[in-house]
């Protein structure tokens, strides 16, 4: 059987965690491409030297030219700039606006058909350009939104409550960014136990409140830089839902036309994640805070995407 092929751009720290993750899960080939020179290369060799322990059975690639990405399935997009302490990720928007449309335009031309996922900041701005430059359909271009915050969120409820994460369900929607990620703490359970039933109201808060902050918090613990052992492994859980058409429910980034009320906007809500990308969005009943918290997310959004020209 012919293996998927997954194109990484941008070999820094989260681009190098994905293909990490991949190769544990003997997942796909994989490409790495970087503009430094040596680094993809030194990558993807140092990573090829794992995979008798990794089981990989594959092949590993490090590039600085497209050539090599051609008819990748996937296309991650994790080349960009991260912040430092003091930063927003807005504060990336024009720097990485402009490495986003270079690389969709570049790996457009190797891999029209591939489904693209973008993790570069600030995420759900970065998607919205992914797809208008794309000219591929909506259900190909997925962004890395909501996702890792509801991660974070089922690991802190996992350590107050005392269980194991794997057992725990709990989903993050809106803006990747501390005031426009909307937390569905109504919808928390423990194996279909509400949390609510669990853990006091102090707790949720403060639970809560760490989710918002926490790409943040990693960063001033990390000083020079942010995140990427958790963005890695929700991108791999990501990519090898849709390589192996799991139909599994994540909050992804997806330009939105009407769902929820919102149109021409990119923000993270449920999707079912399958062969060929998004192959669902789904609409759940909101309270009336929870869609007042969404669209002004989107307002958010749409503020960031009119300061750039599309
Ligand atoms: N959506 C999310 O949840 C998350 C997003 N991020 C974002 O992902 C991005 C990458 O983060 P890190 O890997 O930590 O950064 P990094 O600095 O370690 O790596 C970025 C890489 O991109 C490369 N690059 C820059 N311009 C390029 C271009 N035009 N073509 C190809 N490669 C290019 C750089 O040479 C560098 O190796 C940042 O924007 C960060 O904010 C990081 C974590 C989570
Ligand atoms: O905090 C950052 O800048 C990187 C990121 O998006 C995260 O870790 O959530």
């Known amino acids: 059987m012919k293996r998927h092929k997954v194109s990484i751009i941008g070999a820094g720290a989260v681009g190098a965690i994905v293909a990490q993750n991949l190769a544990q899960r003997d997942a796909a080939d994989i490409v790495l491409l970087d503009v430094a020179e040596g680094i993809p290369q030194g990558k993807a060799l140092d990573l090829l030297h794992a995979s008798p322990i990794y089981k990989f059975h594959g092949v590993i690639e490090g590039t600085n030219?497209?050539?090599?990405?051609?008819?990748?399935n996937i296309v991650v997009i994790t080349a960009g700039m991260p912040r430092k302490p003091g930063m927003s990720r807005k504060d990336l928007l024009s720097t990485n606006v402009n490495i986003t449309r270079n690389v969709v335009h570049e790996a457009m031309k190797y891999s029209p058909e591939a489904v693209i996922m973008v993790v570069a900041n600030p995420v759900d701005v970065l998607t919205h350009i992914a797809y208008k430059k794309s000219g591929l359909p909506r259900n190909r271009v997925i962004g890395l939104s909501g996702t890792l915050d509801?991660?974070?969120?089922?690991?802190?409820i996992a350590q107050a409550v005392g269980v194991s994460a794997e057992d725990v369900m709990a989903m993050v929607i809106g803006a990747h960014g501390k005031d426009n990620m909307?937390?569905?703490?109504?919808?928390?359970?423990v194996c279909g136990i509400p949390v609510k039933e669990l853990l006091d109201e102090e707790t949720l808060e403060k639970i809560e409140k760490r989710t918002?902050?926490?790409?943040?918090?990693?960063?001033?613990?990390?000083?020079?830089r942010s995140a990427f052992y958790g963005p890695g492994a929700i991108v791999a859980e990501m990519i090898e839902a849709i390589l192996k058409d799991r139909n599994k429910v994540f909050p992804?980034?997806?330009?939105?036309?009407?769902?929820?009320?919102?149109?021409?906007?990119?923000?993270?809500?449920?999707?079912?994640?399958?062969?060929?990308?998004?192959?669902k969005i789904l609409e759940i009943n909101l309270t009336e805070e929870e869609k007042a918290s969404l669209h002004?997310?989107?307002?958010?959004?749409?503020?960031?995407?009119?300061?750039i020209e599309l």
């Open 182 to 189: 909307l937390p569905l703490m109504r919808l928390a359970n």
């Open 65 to 72: 030219d497209y050539t090599s990405t051609v008819d990748s």
């Open 150 to 156: 509801s991660i974070r969120l089922q690991s802190f």
């Open 212 to 224: 918002r902050e926490a790409g943040a918090e990693v960063v001033s613990l990390l000083k020079t």
């Open 252 to 279: 992804a980034a997806v330009f939105l036309t009407g769902e929820y009320g919102i149109q021409d906007c990119t923000l993270a809500v449920p999707v079912i994640l399958g062969k060929n990308g998004i192959k």
């Open 296 to 307: 002004a997310a989107a307002q958010a959004v749409k503020e960031m995407l009119a300061s």
